[in-house]
């Protein structure tokens, strides 16, 4: 059984469903790709597995217990960790004091994942007492994850993480979500980059009009002619 | 010499109660910037309830004093403060869970938030005036001076005297302590930082497992204690009656728009610029320049710009200056 | 309107005739009359909030300025007055005009930059100078002119009917300017900019005495209705009053009351009838479209900013006719009278409680809300009679507590306000 997973999810925000009978799974420190084109109800499907939607039908699920009434706020300390696509960050806040907001909910001593973080995103470690909001995107997107990682979760749950960066930066992006999801911490995650990420992907979700069309692992699905001439552009 | 006395009487009439007047207005508007940065709205019922917590504080005063309570030398009102905080403290988190949670729960437009502040703005108008009436009330007592300007004379020997009240000293002091605590608070602890990542980031506040109704009931709590050291401070300094409290609005959204509403640091900074510009404005100067000027060319009118009775002018032009010339304030609030 | 909205309007009779035979047909009918000028002020406040979502909570400023037209418009002239510095006031006035235009028209011409500010400044203060050398000695003089009885310059001395357009002139005028420089603003900020604006208003008539002899009032303005003595001199209408079994003296002042409430119900009906001409009308509709998505009335070509400063205009005239009707009803001005408590915000609770956006239920509100405003004090007073009716005669709090009957207006308004909010934020006529 999938560690978290949103299992028929049925829902939309108004009268029309957007996803229609939508399953996601992630296991246990694997990677999980959700692809698709626009408006195939990604980013929704994802804000459905945080709570962030109201389902008519299916469920919710982590590590065997059903979440599906849950708030967002309450699957925080279920071990969910979400960042958004845009206004990930405090602007106005420190770097250090993004990280620390993170970690809002721990009362244990939190430096060491602190260290974690600057290990893996030495750049923050520097600009630790910079306001986020100087920061440039890319920098941006390392205090984004930074500040879900202080959580300590157990899923890392990403809404197009490389939006806007550049493709050097992109790749190092990945590079280290790979590290973070060989530190045992599951990795669900919404790419524009289907490509790329599918490289990097245990298991890839390629959805279509809120309703899953391909399900397998990154590299059959980058193999699969289907996919890649309806999806990844040949 | 001349010169002496000019700096003098400047000080006197016109440094020394900008001076008080900013950091009253300073602590008002930081509690008007706290309210937008935290719930979204501009709260016009904070002139009332810096009436309101002076009332309260007023009545403990009087209470203190017929024990036979004082302080000596400082305002008996001082020792009020704690219990003063504590009831307005109750009042505004009470007003906060009959009307704006609600409105807060349905996702309300900010200004039918504005509109409900004008009822609890009425309802407490009404009880103050209910209670304490509507006339002037004086609860100063203790040392009137720290200085008086005969005194002042007679130590330095100048035409000119330079008259301190308790109040103004008080005044500087208590907001030195206040703003300085605040900003601790909000740099420093926890639960100051999650103020200031709920103000900023509302939604990712969320994620983070911020609890937005402790931070509004931390919020309103703080801006309790803001108003009515504000209100008491004015109080002490001048006199309390309920319609100037509500008259202090103009002034004190003022200075918290000029700073950059949202932004403390702004509130303070704009607190001064409109105490020192009305202040400043409305003073005859007559005295001033006639040390400075030879015999001659001294003025023979009082030199005043403005009647002080349009002192709401001067922190209305400085407020429509700066909305138009830089409408997100000095310090860039968070005015979308 | 609906079958709802009907049966409310056929209470505000029946509220008149009650406190006509329960209290006195002189109180009712003077509830009346200020109930139809609320009314008025509540069409002006809605025009702005209801059509436009305009956040106006400077109703008092410019309820004043149409009082100030009555003064400037009906009074005599004070000769004494003119001669003494009236042209030398006027001379200042333009001066300080030209001052400002100038200022505007250096910061249109020249450069942004250091210099720029720095001749600004220069010229500003140059020309403030200069205008104060001008306008203060004949400021002196005038108000030095008989202090007692004028000390300012009086009026056209027309008659005070014409004074009501010129409010709304004068109001119309004022708020122009206002929407020129705060109306690009956010709701809160124009509110602000706006109560500003109100209070300094106040301050002006107030203080300018050779304007509005500030605090000493102007009194006896001459009216558009007969006067009551002269009503008792007149035996054909002493001898219809005594012919109802009224005494002359109650006769007269109830026909006076009467002359101003046909007076006040034509304006009201003509405003209505073109209200809701306008809100039905083309130009309505795109408001009410501008009000519900600004950015998407923007995208299709409506030019939101141009519309905003019409509406506003046109309801701060409609609250400056009321400010002018009002005046001439009181006959007097007293500048210290004018509270935003009672003139600003009671007109914002009237809005909300009628419904906004509706014109009937502006009117309704301004009539349901001036009269409880009046009859809650004698309410809140009875309430406190047997409140404490278990207290001794001579107690303290007993005393105190009657004496705070009248405090409880704002409290009672206040709640009414919330309570309106809360649970029926529509309002009583809810907009269609």
């Known amino acids: 059984m999938s560690f978290l997973i949103g299992e028929n999810m049925t829902g939309g925000y108004g009268a029309a469903d957007i996803l229609h009978e939508c399953t996601v799974a992630v296991e246990k420190g694997e990677i999980a790709v959700i692809v698709g084109p626009n408006g195939a109800g990604k980013s929704t499907a994802m804000k459905a597995i945080f709570g962030m939607l109201k389902l008519r039908r299916g469920a919710v699920r982590i590590d065997g217990e059903d979440i599906t009434r849950l708030s967002p706020q309450a699957r925080v300390p279920k071990g969910m960790a979400f960042v958004p696509q845009t206004n990930n960050v405090f602007t106005s806040l420190s770097v250090e004091e993004n990280l620390e907001m993170g970690a809002y909910l721990r009362r244990d001593d939190i430096s060491g994942t602190m260290e974690q973080v600057y290990e893996l995103f030495p750049i923050l470690r520097e600009k630790r007492r910079q306001a986020a909001g100087e920061l440039s995107g890319g920098q941006r997107q390392q205090v984004a994850v930074g500040r879900a990682l202080m959580t300590q979760p157990k899923v890392l749950m990403l809404d197009e993480p490389t939006a806007g960066v550049s493709p050097i930066v992109m790749d190092e992006l990945f590079d280290r979500i790979i590290e973070v999801a060989r530190s045992g911490i599951s990795i669900l995650m919404v790419e524009q980059n289907a490509r790329q990420a599918l490289e990097i992907a245990d298991k890839g979700y390629v959805l279509v009009q809120g309703a899953n069309r391909y399900t397998d692992t990154g590299q059959a699905l980058l193999a699969d002619p289907d996919v890649r001439k309806s999806f990844l552009g040949g | 010499m001349e010169a002496l006395n000019a700096i003098v009487a400047l000080s006197n009439f016109v440094l020394v109660p900008a001076i008080a007047y900013g950091s009253q207005l300073a602590l008002g508007a930081l509690g008007v910037t706290l309210i937008y940065g935290i719930l979204r709205f501009s709260n016009f019922a904070h002139g009332d309830t810096m009436a309101f917590g002076t009332m309260v504080a007023i009545l403990f005063t009087w209470w203190l004093q017929s024990m036979g309570v004082s302080l000596g030398p400082l305002p008996t009102a001082l020792l009020a403060l704690p219990a003063a905080i504590a009831v307005t403290a109750l009042l505004l988190l009470g007003t906060d869970r009959l009307v704006y949670r609600f409105y807060r729960a349905q996702k309300a437009v900010p200004v039918i938030m504005v509109i409900a502040s004008f009822g609890v703005m009425l309802v407490l108008n009404g009880v103050v005036r209910l209670i304490i009436g509507p006339g002037d009330q004086r609860f100063a007592d203790g040392e009137r001076f720290i200085i008086t300007a005969l005194d002042f004379r007679r130590m330095t020997g100048l035409d000119e005297g330079l008259a301190i009240k308790t109040t103004q000293g008080l005044t500087l002091v208590t907001a030195v302590i206040v703003v300085a605590a605040l900003f601790w608070f909000l740099n420093r602890t926890r639960t100051g930082k999650s103020m200031r990542a709920f103000s900023d980031n509302e939604d990712l506040a969320l994620l983070s497992g911020i609890n937005p109704e402790r931070v509004v009931a931390i919020t309103w709590i703080i801006v309790a204690g803001l108003a009515v050291i504000a209100g008491v401070l004015y109080g002490l300094d001048k006199s309390f009656k309920p319609f100037t409290y509500f008259q202090l609005l103009l002034p004190v959204f003022a200075s918290a728009i000029v700073g950059g509403l949202g932004n403390p640091l702004g509130a303070i900074v704009g607190g001064y610029i409109i105490a020192f510009s009305e202040v400043g404005l409305t003073y005859a100067w007559k005295k001033v320049l006639g040390y400075l000027m030879p015999e001659s060319l001294a003025p023979d009118g009082l030199v005043q710009l403005l009647s002080t009775d349009y002192k709401f002018a001067v922190s209305f032009v400085i407020l429509v200056l700066v909305l138009l010339f830089r409408p997100t304030g000095l310090f860039r609030g968070k005015a979308v | ?432």
């Open chain 3, 1 to 432: 309107m609906t079958t709802r909205g009907y049966l409310l309007f056929a209470l505000i009779p029946v509220m008149i005739i009650g406190v006509g035979t329960l209290q006195s047909w002189n109180l009712a009918l003077a509830i009346l009359n200020m109930g139809l000028i609320s009314a008025i002020m509540a069409l002006g406040v809605n025009m702005q909030w209801g059509y436009a979502g305009l956040f106006n909570i400077g109703v008092m400023g410019f309820l004043a300025l149409g009082g100030l037209a009555a003064v400037i418009v009906s009074m005599p002239p004070v000769g004494g007055a003119w001669a003494a510095g009236g042209l030398r006031v006027l001379l200042g006035l333009a001066f300080g005009a030209a001052t400002i235009a100038g200022a505007v028209a250096l910061y249109k011409r020249m450069a942004p930059g250091r210099k720029r500010a720095l001749v600004l400044a220069v010229f500003v203060v140059i020309g403030f100078f200069v205008y104060r050398a001008i306008f203060d000695p004949a400021v002196q003089a005038i108000e030095g002119y008989n202090p007692a009885t004028s000390g300012y310059l009086g009026g056209l001395g027309l008659p005070i009917l014409f004074a009501w357009p010129v409010g709304a002139l004068f109001a119309a005028g004022a708020a122009w300017l206002i929407a020129k420089t705060a109306l690009g603003l956010r709701s809160d900020y124009l509110a602000i900019a706006t109560l500003g604006i109100s209070e300094i208003i106040i301050a002006m008539l107030k203080n300018e005495d050779w304007l509005s002899r500030g605090v000493k009032n102007v009194v006896g303005l001459p009216r558009p209705v007969p006067y009551e003595v002269d009503l008792q001199k007149s035996p054909g209408f002493v001898d219809f009053v005594t012919g109802y079994g009224m005494d002359p003296a109650e006769g007269s002042s109830i026909a006076v009351k009467l002359a101003y409430a046909a007076l006040f119900l034509v304006v009201l009906a003509i405003l209505i009838w073109l209200s809701e001409k306008a809100l039905n009308s083309p130009w309505g509709r795109m408001m009410r479209a501008i009000r519900d998505n600004e950015t998407a009335a923007e995208a299709m070509g409506k030019d939101v900013k141009r519309r905003h400063l019409q509406v506003f205009v046109l309801g701060s005239a409609v609250i400056g006719l009321a400010g002018a009707m009002m005046t001439t009803l009181d006959g007097q001005l007293t500048p210290a009278s004018y509270q935003p408590l009672r003139f600003t915000f009671l007109i914002w609770v009237m809005v909300i409680v009628g419904g906004s956006g509706n014109n009937w239920g502006a009117v309704l509100g301004g009539f349901f809300i001036w009269f409880f405003w009046v009859e809650v004090e004698p309410m809140g007073r009875w309430a406190m009679d047997l409140l404490t009716s278990g207290l001794a005669e001579d107690s303290a709090l007993r005393a105190h507590l009657l004496d705070s009957a009248a405090h409880m207006r704002l409290l009672t308004m206040g709640l009414i306000l919330l309570l309106v909010l809360r649970f029926s934020p529509r309002g009583l006529i809810p907009e269609r």
